[in-house]
């Protein structure tokens, strides 16, 4: 058997092992909880967490990177979430991926999504021309929807009280969620707008671990926000869009921006707590499961926000079990959704979470964000769980009353 060389001189060692507490790999006791807790455990393949973080405490890079864990890890933190060294694996995964992507080693769709993002604001690569021919014909035909002729979807307006950064999917194959949370704004009776400089809430620098690319992505959005001079910026229902802009923004830029950051659950719920919006339960009269996205929920502890706002739109809200800090992600996350060849590897990750939407015996289940929201719908399908599956403020934008 071939020995392996152990380098704790490499690069990695260097990124990971001069860091305090939580980041610092050399800390690690092997005591393997981390592993018990990963729920690619119950499925097949997958990353071992234990040896993710030995193989980066010992320097050895390229092994890692060849293993192809990396890539399979969905940055979830369940294992991490009770490490007693408190090592967090989406730092350790993350700075392992910045050397694989030093090196052009990174899933192809994800290079793209990137370069398309740089290049032109959109990982879609809509162009700005695009993005405002597209807005302007929804905008038409919101006029029917609401009934008004003065309505519209409005872009690039100065001043406006809130900037709403939508998911991509929302300006390419799922428009009518745009024109949904378009009636939640117009509903609200405020001046708001979307923005044909910086067209999406991703930041997919953040999967690939490059700090310089996701402080780049993020002044995107920062810099046209404060031009506008908006209140508070909305966000689509994005898992890592909302880590990065609302949880990590402050550190990943160097200051405070200069506008609030609030996504459009938490900015529906205030609004109907101030008695604004007013929902009808019985517009969807039955109980809903709720998921939360491990980026908004244990990631950044947004845990509430979302089940209210629900509870105000249908019968009642079932908790999938476990929830909260101890959720299990829909199998997408970390990029895996956003590389378009892992569909199978995806339905294994997902197993577990398949399984616990079967346990709710329910027909409907909602999230707060798009990419869950599409990977819960693949799941319904491939496990035959005929579960109908929506975004929490979709189900908000249904239920309104106006
Ligand atoms: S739980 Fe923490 S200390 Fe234990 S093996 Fe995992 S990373 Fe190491
Ligand atoms: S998939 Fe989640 S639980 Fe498993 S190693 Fe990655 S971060 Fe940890």
């Given at each position: 058997m071939d020995c392996v060389k152990i380098n704790m001189e490499s690069e990695l060692s260097r990124l990971l092992n001069n860091l305090s507490l939580g980041d610092?790999?050399?800390?690690?006791?092997?005591?393997s909880a981390c592993s018990s807790r990963c729920t690619w455990f119950e499925g097949?393949?997958?990353?071992l967490p234990r040896q993710i973080v030995r193989m980066a405490a010992l320097g050895l890079d390229q092994a890692l990177i060849d293993s192809g864990m990396l890539w399979d890890?969905?940055?979830?933190?369940r294992c991490t979430q009770e490490c007693p060294m408190g090592i967090q694996m989406d730092v350790v995964v993350r700075k392992a991926r910045s050397l694989a992507a030093a090196d052009g080693q990174i899933p192809e769709d994800i290079k793209t999504g990137i370069k398309n993002k740089l290049e032109l604001g959109d990982v879609n690569g809509l162009t700005k021309e695009e993005f405002v021919e597209t807005v302007e014909w929804v905008s038409e035909e919101f006029v029917d929807d609401v009934d008004d002729d003065q309505a519209e979807i409005p872009?690039?307006?100065?001043?406006?009280k809130f900037l709403y950064l939508p998911n991509p999917r929302e300006l390419g194959i799922n428009l009518l969620h745009l024109t949904a949370m378009g009636k939640l704004f117009y509903a609200m009776k405020e001046t708001w707008t979307l923005s044909a400089?910086?067209?999406?809430?991703?930041?997919w620098g953040y999967f690939v671990g490059k700090d310089d690319i996701t402080r780049e992505m993020a002044m995107m959005v920062v810099e046209p926000a404060e031009k506008l001079g908006i209140e508070t910026l909305v966000l689509s229902e994005c898992g890592h869009g909302y880590h990065v802009l609302k949880y990590l923004l402050e550190e990943i830029i160097g200051r405070k921006p200069g506008f609030k950051v609030m996504s459009i659950p938490e900015l529906c719920l205030e609004y109907a707590k101030k008695g604004v919006l007013k929902f009808d339960p019985e517009v969807h009269p039955y109980e809903i499961a709720y998921h939360d996205p491990c980026n908004i929920?244990?990631?950044?502890?947004?845990?509430?926000a979302p089940r209210e706002l629900l509870a105000l739109c249908c019968k009642g809200v079932k908790e999938l079990?476990?929830?909260?800090?101890d959720g299990i992600c829909c199998g997408g996350g970390g990029g895996l959704l956003q590389d378009s060849t892992t569909t199978k590897k995806r339905m294994i990750s997902g197993k577990p979470k398949a399984d616990q939407m079967k346990a709710t015996g329910l027909k409907h289940i909602a999230a707060p964000c798009l990419s869950c929201h599409r990977q819960l719908g693949e799941l319904s399908k491939h496990y035959k769980l005929e579960m109908k599956v929506d975004t929490v403020a979709a189900i908000a934008s249904e239920s309104l009353v106006l």
């Amino acid at each position: 058997m071939d020995c392996v060389k152990i380098n704790m001189e490499s690069e990695l060692s260097r990124l990971l092992n001069n860091l305090s507490l939580g980041d610092n790999s050399l800390e690690c006791l092997t005591c393997s909880a981390c592993s018990s807790r990963c729920t690619w455990f119950e499925g097949e393949e997958g990353p071992l967490p234990r040896q993710i973080v030995r193989m980066a405490a010992l320097g050895l890079d390229q092994a890692l990177i060849d293993s192809g864990m990396l890539w399979d890890c969905l940055v979830c933190n369940r294992c991490t979430q009770e490490c007693p060294m408190g090592i967090q694996m989406d730092v350790v995964v993350r700075k392992a991926r910045s050397l694989a992507a030093a090196d052009g080693q990174i899933p192809e769709d994800i290079k793209t999504g990137i370069k398309n993002k740089l290049e032109l604001g959109d990982v879609n690569g809509l162009t700005k021309e695009e993005f405002v021919e597209t807005v302007e014909w929804v905008s038409e035909e919101f006029v029917d929807d609401v009934d008004d002729d003065q309505a519209e979807i409005p872009h690039d307006v100065a001043g406006s009280k809130f900037l709403y950064l939508p998911n991509p999917r929302e300006l390419g194959i799922n428009l009518l969620h745009l024109t949904a949370m378009g009636k939640l704004f117009y509903a609200m009776k405020e001046t708001w707008t979307l923005s044909a400089f910086h067209t999406d809430v991703t930041n997919w620098g953040y999967f690939v671990g490059k700090d310089d690319i996701t402080r780049e992505m993020a002044m995107m959005v920062v810099e046209p926000a404060e031009k506008l001079g908006i209140e508070t910026l909305v966000l689509s229902e994005c898992g890592h869009g909302y880590h990065v802009l609302k949880y990590l923004l402050e550190e990943i830029i160097g200051r405070k921006p200069g506008f609030k950051v609030m996504s459009i659950p938490e900015l529906c719920l205030e609004y109907a707590k101030k008695g604004v919006l007013k929902f009808d339960p019985e517009v969807h009269p039955y109980e809903i499961a709720y998921h939360d996205p491990c980026n908004i929920a244990r990631k950044s502890n947004g845990y509430e926000a979302p089940r209210e706002l629900l509870a105000l739109c249908c019968k009642g809200v079932k908790e999938l079990v476990p929830n909260r800090k101890d959720g299990i992600c829909c199998g997408g996350g970390g990029g895996l959704l956003q590389d378009s060849t892992t569909t199978k590897k995806r339905m294994i990750s997902g197993k577990p979470k398949a399984d616990q939407m079967k346990a709710t015996g329910l027909k409907h289940i909602a999230a707060p964000c798009l990419s869950c929201h599409r990977q819960l719908g693949e799941l319904s399908k491939h496990y035959k769980l005929e579960m109908k599956v929506d975004t929490v403020a979709a189900i908000a934008s249904e239920s309104l009353v106006l």
